[in-house]
């Protein structure tokens, strides 16, 4: 039964990278700009949510505050900062980027203070529901669960079967072309990054009432991000899909059995630290075998 | 070129030196940046209060706080320390983690100079490594956490599982809770400092089901806990017991609800019942328009404790003997009662266990359940062999 939990807590997390990583992913894999401001769209819907659930008490209005401030401040940087670096080496990209990075910690704090916000798990997501007999899920974990595959199903809609997906890979295989056609590829640009903006502020706005909302809050799980979409492969939902969800199954296991299986044979006071520092280490090692095996990812978008 | 800007680097200096020439300067280098800022805040607010109601003064003497943002790195606060030796300040206090405290306090007890803690009291300069020159006003580090093993024990826990993050101040916890409790301890779970996801071992407790358990996850991480804690539906079920600066109040206001029924230990709680700590809660609360956390209140007994020695020695820190037997007395009214100085310059004092429940406001406070130790003084007094 333990089990059993121990997988929904590893799909649950997975479906919180994946909303993270599909946007990282079109940015990285169709704009080619390493962005490592994407965890700062992350906060920012966090504490527009948190600010917005405090002050209307609507969770609801939390999700569009959330949605609006990530997507809007998306544009905004893209507009002013990313635009100037598409030609330049990633270097380039990295060092800005990562400036944008302090400077949104350091506006958050000075706007929203920096004290960390609460924000309560709103009423109708409350308690857990007995998934299986004897095995209680708590409901917003399972809301996250849900939310994520709808997400999965929207991003594949729109990426395979609208004008604009169709747009979207065609400027990944060749943007160049795509402009010579006539289209604009600037205004594509920025639409694929304030839609990337916006998944993760949603992903802000969801895991506001089980996690902390802080300062820095990005950046704990930027790498994480990062590992997923090396693993599925750079500018790949698919991949990012199946990126995150080994990623958070190899996580959660790691976490949960390590501990036992090496407690078995060394003693608790070795095992545990250990245990912790071999679990941590997990999906590197994941990505490191992946890479071995296919040195594209696991759904490369380009050959 | 260069000769032009060291002359004017002497003139700023000397006209800085000039503004105040009566005055005791104290160096005053703690957090204020980073999501820990909040820390600081309340320690520099706290110690601004002491000197406030003395009409800028300690103990009668004239005080200019040289206040400094160290942004949780022990090399920045090492270097600004440096800089204010060199310019000559022979007080320092505010250093709010242990590992900035470890890179600030050689340096300045080998200049000579002053150090007392008003925040982290970590074991290496406990024991073998003390020194004559450094204090601690607040608590031993370990003080926590044996609080948190008397706690079980007085609450009746048999079984317990400890949660705590895999680094210093983490495995010093689960160890500190060991040395006091005595009961069985039936898993230690290692998590990272930068997890922000609990669900993993929320499934390992409610599958160990143990009678408590004892959590010490430092600032967002302690946020992440405890909300996840109750969203899984634990709290009902297994209490949580969790050292006071794990739950302070600003973390308290994050989390909400979910903390209700938690059971923290401390060194102090508002609703002791003393004069001079009740009036500190009021006066906090009108100056700053919030109510003070223990940081807070450290940080005001630890100004009160310098003002009662420059008050001996008449602001001069050039008697340093003096200086130094005035500190060891600890003559002043601190806010926690009960307060003297071991051999080692750690506090000897009472441990507290409070509940977080719901005031008649509806708002969630720790309240004081009960003295839980008295007279509490750490283990490593024994190997410190402070010279006189």
Known sequence: MIFFEQLLNGLQFGMMLFMLAAGLTLIFGIMGVVNLTHGSFYMVGAYCAAYTISSTGSFLAGIVAALLGAGLYGVVVEVLVIRRLYKRDHLYQVLATLGLLFFTN???????????????????????????????YPIIRLSFIVLGALVAVGLWYLVNRTRIGMLIRAGADDHEMVDALGVDIRKLYTIVFALGALLAGLAGVMAAPILAVEIGMGERILITTFVVIVIGGVGSVKGALVGALLVGMVDSLGRAFLPQLLGMVLSPVIAGPLAAGLASASIYVLMAVVLIVKPGGLYPARS | M?????????????????AAPDSVEIGFITTLSTPAGY????????????????????????????VEDDALKPANAKQTSDRLIQSGVQLFTGVNFSNVLAAVV?????????????????????GKRCDP????????????H????????????????????????????????KETFEGEVIAEIYTTLDQSD????????????????????????????VKQYSAAGLTDTVPMVTPGFSLDLRMLEAVGDAAEGTYVTGIWSMDIDNPQSKKFVSDFQEEYGRLPTEYAMQAYDTAQLIGSALKAVDGDLSKKDDFRAALRKADFQSLRGDFRFNTNHHPIQDLYLMQIVKNEDGQLRPKLIREIASDYEDAYAASCEMPS
């Open chain 2, 133 to 144: 020159n450094y204090f601690v006003a607040s608590y031993q580090n370990d003080a926590y």
């Open chain 1, 106 to 136: 350091e506006a958050v704090s000075i706007i929203f203070g920096r004290r960390p916000p609460l924000v309560n798990i709103p009423s109708a997501l409350e308690g857990s529901i007995t998934v299986m007999p004897g095995l209680p």
């Open chain 2, 39 to 66: 820390i600081g805040e309340d320690e520099r607010d706290g110690f601004n209060l002491a000197i406030k109601q003395g009409d800028g003064q300690l103990g009668g003497i004239p005080i200019s706080l040289i």
């Open chain 2, 198 to 225: 609990f669900s993993v071992e929320m499934a390992r407790i409610r599958d160990l089901n143990p009678d408590a358990i004892y959590q010490f996850h430092p600032g967002g991480t302690g946020i992440n806990f």
């Open chain 2, 2 to 18: 260069f000769k032009k800007i060291a002359v004017g680097a002497l003139m700023c200096a000397s006209t800085l030196a000039w």
């Open chain 2, 106 to 126: 050689p340096g300045v007890t080998r200049s000579g100079a002053f150090y007392v803690s008003l925040n982290p009291g970590p074991s290496v300069f406990a």
């Open chain 2, 146 to 177: 044996a609080a948190g093993g008397i706690a079980a024990n007085s609450l009746g826990y048999k079984k317990v599982a400890l949660l705590a993050p895999n680094y210093q101040a983490g495995r010093d916890a689960i160890s500190g809770f």
